[in-house]
């Protein structure tokens, strides 16, 4: 991608981003697009090896000054350990995408869930971006400045079946996306979510499994693609960490080709019994 390099754009240009999840997937499109615009970027990843491999691209194909830094959103003190990082590294924290997640265990209908799928479902869709965001807002507030992005879902929005803890770790993080968003208003932060669309590792491990389905969601999509996480996804989150973004908060953008509209094909329903 020779042209995404940082002096051919540089919408961000400066600032420092902390990505979580940015080993795979949405994450890594949103790191190699940061980078491509001049964003000190921070990898916060629990997989050391693709962590570390996100560093590297962005380093060799855009130049760019990033860092790894080891993080398990679930706990809080490598969560605050990650927002120190940032800010001991380059004095500051601009753009805070909270990105990550990881499995829960098997999908199920909601009377034979457990307690630890839900305590795991919060503690990384819920816990993890509150803990980078209550981290983060100081610095932000002090510069008059902050953009914080937390990756949303449709399986939330549309109550998809099977899929509880995530789909209410993902509806309380879009409440805590407008509380924040309001409150943090007068302060120059603002405070968005995504529901994105996208053919990252989960999603084709996902379509694996359920080979049908692959097909079925692409031809679902009303513009019958499921999206690309670097192309179709990460540019509507550079747009939300950009200075265009400044009176724009509390807002939920669903970058899916438009399949929100309608709704999508997800699993199969569940067994009645
Ligand atoms: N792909 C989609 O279509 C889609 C749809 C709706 C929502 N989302 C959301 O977008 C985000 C990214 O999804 P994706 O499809 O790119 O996933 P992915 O599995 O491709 O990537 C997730 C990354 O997060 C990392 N991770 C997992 N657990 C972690 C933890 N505890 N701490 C730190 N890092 C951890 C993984 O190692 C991986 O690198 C997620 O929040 C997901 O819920 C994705």
Not at 206 to 218: F, G, I, K, Q, Y
Request: hydrophobic share 40%; with cysteine; charged share 25%.
């Amino acid at each position: 991608m020779a042209q995404g390099r940082a002096e051919a754009y540089g919408r961000i240009a400066g600032r420092v981003a902390v990505v979580t999840g940015a080993g795979d997937g949405i994450g890594k499109g949103v790191a190699r697009r940061f980078a491509a615009e001049g964003a000190k970027v921070l990898v916060a990843e629990i997989d050391g090896e693709s962590g570390e491999a996100t560093v590297r691209e962005l380093a060799e194909e855009f130049g760019a000054d990033a860092r790894f830094v080891r993080t398990d959103v679930t706990d809080r003190r490598q969560v605050e350990n990650m927002v120190a990082t940032a800010v001991e590294t380059w004095g500051r924290i601009d753009i805070l995408v909270n990105n990550a997640w990881g499995s829960t265990g098997a999908v199920g209908r909601v009377e034979n869930k457990t307690d630890e799928q839900l305590d795991r479902g919060f503690a990384m869709g819920y816990y993890g971006p509150y803990w980078a965001m209550r981290a983060a807002f100081p610095h932000m507030k002090a510069q008059g400045w902050g953009r914080v992005v937390n990756m949303c879902s449709l399986n939330g929005v549309n109550a998809h079946m099977g899929t509880l803890e995530y789909n209410s770790a993902k509806e309380a993080l879009r409440a805590l996306t407008r509380t924040a968003a309001r409150e943090w208003a007068p302060t120059g932060v603002v405070v968005n979510a995504v529901c994105p669309g996208a053919k990252s590792a989960a999603f084709r491990r996902r379509m694996a499994a359920n080979p049908e389905l692959s097909t079925a969601a692409d031809r679902s999509n009303p513009m019958g693609r499921i999206g690309d996480p670097e192309e179709d996804i990460a540019p509507v989150v550079l747009f939300l960490s950009s200075e265009d973004a400044r009176y724009l908060t509390g807002n939920t953008l669903f970058v899916d080709g438009g399949s929100h509209i309608n709704g999508v094909v997800w699993l199969p329903d569940l067994d009645a019994s």
